[in-house]
């Protein structure tokens, strides 16, 4: 599913991430944002800790305040005066779906006021599984000295490789341990204010780098064939395994073999990549050489785009590679982020001949080739969604168009956007945004649809 993300710019000069569905996973290398100047709180914040009762006044609450603010007009804050058997007390951002081969860096300030100076507070971080279940017992930043005069910054970094593998939300928490607030009462609320919280996510390295020397005892269950079934009672099929006949590094490689070609296309070692990630490009390379008798047939890489149930929704090849019994030859093809189909699930990787290079293929003459030294390399080839806007066209791409009331011709009234010559920070140009109805929007100026 692809999801529709709404940049608004609006009058006050704020700008809001608007996504037209819950927010789903952070790609890598954007940023979350949250500066607390909405209208209401976004609703995957919420309060951590004894669950606020309306009837008693008691627990712990969050809400947006005119208080205090490092930026802008407003923050974030977070009130307790229940203090049991909870082991922090504050405000909890729940992410969904995070992506698992990126780190995040969470930074956000935090100010108390005078009767909870010099209080320590910490960054939580619990991973959860999708339905809500926790994976262990969370990790945290270490203690921040938190001051009534100045905002103070705290931090943690999420690496890739400490996020449990079945993740489907972690929980960043922003609080007062326990022992820093147990004296809190309904008199003397333990209180803090948070704003301008960041939490951006980095690709750190190449997600699903594989290499294949063929080296162990016993091949890689991921590995199998493409061609016809070998049976056992017939000896008749293709088949893979492990061979020390032939190795370009090391002691060993994974031999293909065939006796009987049929209605397959082609006939070879297959490798299945499940749940690849569809942001990232992939680069497959490997090295064949053939005995003697097969001696400058061709082989090729095929590539099978699967949804996760096995079905075909698409195949590309690599073009034809003359192979040798003399020379190791390299075959190689990149699989480009832009052509995998946005429901795959997984990807076969076939190392193969073509039907027509081994037709005379039989029991006495099977058809061999010897595959060593296989890398799959992922790659992030770019920022996702990097788009810069300087409104120099002739006309405003159609996925700007206005946030408000809609612009009526005939009355005059609304809100619209155009390109105007009046201001410009750099070149000549810029968008201007027009509001004269403020009805029931929380909101005037500039949107953004990005699909």
Avoid: C, H
């Amino acid at each position: 599913m692809k999801k529709r993300i709404s940049l608004v710019l609006a009058l006050t000069m704020v700008i809001q991430l608007l996504f037209a569905v819950p927010m789903q996973s952070l790609a890598a290398d954007v940023s979350l944002n949250f500066g607390f100047e909405e209208e209401s709180l976004d609703s995957a914040w919420g309060s951590y800790g004894y669950p606020f009762n309306a009837s008693t006044q008691l627990g712990t609450q969050v809400s947006l305040s005119g208080d205090q603010a490092r930026t802008g007009n407003g923050s974030l804050k977070a009130e307790t005066n229940r203090v049991d058997a909870y082991g922090m007390y504050g405000a909890q951002y729940q992410m969904m779906n995070p992506d698992l081969s990126a780190s995040y860096t969470v930074s956000g300030y935090m100010k108390v006021p005078q009767e909870w100076d010099g209080k320590k507070a910490r960054v939580y971080v619990y991973y959860r599984t999708s339905s809500g279940s926790s994976l262990g017992n969370p990790v945290n930043s270490g203690e921040f000295v938190l001051s009534s005069d100045d905002w103070t910054e705290l931090s943690y970094t999420i690496a890739a490789d400490q996020i449990p593998e079945n993740t489907g939300r972690i929980d960043i928490i922003f609080a007062f341990p326990k022992k820093e607030v147990e004296t809190a009462s309904a008199e003397n609320p333990a209180v803090f204010y948070l704003d301008d919280v960041t939490i951006a996510g980095e690709f750190t390295a190449s997600p699903d780098s594989l290499n294949f020397g063929f080296e162990e005892e016993s091949l890689d269950s991921a590995w199998g064939i493409y061609g016809y079934p070998f049976n056992a009672t017939t000896q008749s099929g293709t088949q893979v395994f492990l061979s020390s006949d032939q190795a370009r590094t090391g002691n060993g490689s994974l031999k293909a073999e065939t006796n009987r070609v049929d209605g397959y296309g082609m006939y070879g070692a297959q490798y299945q990549m499940m749940n690849p990630d569809l942001s990232a490009s992939y680069t497959v390379s490997g090295y064949m050489k053939v005995p003697q008798e097969w001696d400058e047939k061709k082989g090729r890489i095929y590539i099978y785009y699967r949804n996760t149930s096995g079905g075909s929704i698409g195949t590309v090849n690599s073009g034809e590679f003359v192979l040798s019994s003399d020379d190791w030859t390299e075959l190689s093809y990149t699989i480009s982020a832009d052509q995998i189909p946005e429901n795959t699930g997984r990807i076969d990787i076939v190392f193969a001949f073509p039907k027509k290079e081994v037709e005379t293929a039989s029991a006495e003459n099977p058809a061999v080739f010897y595959l060593d030294d296989v890398t799959i390399a992922g790659e992030f080839t770019a920022s996702p969604d990097s788009l810069d806007f300087g409104f120099e066209e002739e006309s405003l791409d159609s996925a700007w168009g206005s946030y408000g009331y809609s612009f009526n011709a005939s009355t005059q009234l609304g809100t619209q956007v155009s390109l105007s010559g009046d201001q410009a920070r750099t070149g000549n140009g810029s968008l201007k945004a027009e509001t004269n109805r403020v009805d029931g929007y929380g909101m005037y100026g500039a949107q953004y649809q990005m699909m």
